[in-house]
């Protein structure tokens, strides 16, 4: 099984900033890498897919990178609403797997 | 719009069985791989399993292969989760999810269910 790690596990950060979330793969998992929000007591949302591909009605500020076996999500000028946690998950290979999150808050 | 609306879930003994569906509209269903992922309160997320269109091939990871069968009918735009000997761990809240299709490329779990709690104990 691909076994993904996700770091930071937490994070806390201002108003205006620019943070970064890594993946990273136990094996090559060719850009098959998404990322995903969630908010308390709601479903997650798609937020990037095969890597770097920007979801429908999704900011701008958010953004993706990354190959191989390494990942990135980058959140450009935080605002409010993006304090949640954040996954990201390998679909290159059954069993697919989820890293095991990151929970933004906003200082 | 795209709606997938999950029911069945509730509390239930250990091994025990308990049978969850997600009503699909908005969208040929027909046309869509269909999933299911779970959630343990305060948890992590965890893929569940896989169907393709026609329900003739099906996905799960070893944690609930032999216990939990995936299944759907077109013609009611619902997909199932079958969930026998029920254990513990198996607690959590159950999304449906489906992709959407950019040409070649697969956005995974581009919309979700509301989810529906599924409880464990004695």
């Known amino acids: 099984d691909i076994q993904m790690t996700q770091s930071p596990a937490s994070l806390s950060a201002s108003l205006g900033e620019t943070v970064s979330i890594e993946c990273l793969a136990s094996?090559?998992?060719?850009?098959?890498l998404a990322w995903y929000q969630q908010k308390p007591g709601k479903s997650p949302q798609l937020l990037i897919y095969y890597a770097s591909s920007l979801q429908d009605g999704v900011p701008s500020r958010f953004s993706g990178s990354g190959s191989g076996t390494q990942y990135s999500l980058k959140i450009n000028s935080l605002e409010s609403e993006d304090a949640a946690t954040y996954f990201c998950?390998?679909?290159?290979?059954?069993?697919?797997?989820f890293g095991g999150g990151t929970k933004l808050e906003l200082k | 719009e795209v709606q997938l609306v999950e029911t069945g879930g509730g509390l239930v003994q250990p091994g025990r069985s308990l049978k969850l569906s997600c009503v699909a509209s908005g969208f040929t269903f027909s046309s869509y791989w269909m999933y299911w992922i779970r959630q343990a309160p305060g948890k992590g997320l965890e893929w569940v399993s896989s169907?393709?269109?026609?329900?003739?091939?099906?996905y799960y990871p070893d944690s609930v292969k032999g216990r939990f069968t995936i299944s759907r009918d077109n013609a009611e735009n619902t997909v199932y989760l079958q969930m026998n000997s029920l254990r513990s761990e198996d607690t959590a809240t159950y999304y449906c999810?489906?992709?959407?299709?950019?040409?070649?490329?697969?956005?995974?779990?581009?919309?979700w269910g509301q989810g529906t709690l599924v409880t464990v104990s004695s």
């Open positions: 998950l390998q679909d290159s290979e059954y069993p697919w797997t």
């Open positions: 169907i393709n269109t026609d329900g003739g091939s099906t």
């Open positions: 094996e090559d998992i060719y850009n098959n």
């Open positions: 999810a489906k992709d959407s299709i950019f040409i070649t490329i697969a956005a995974p779990f581009a919309y």
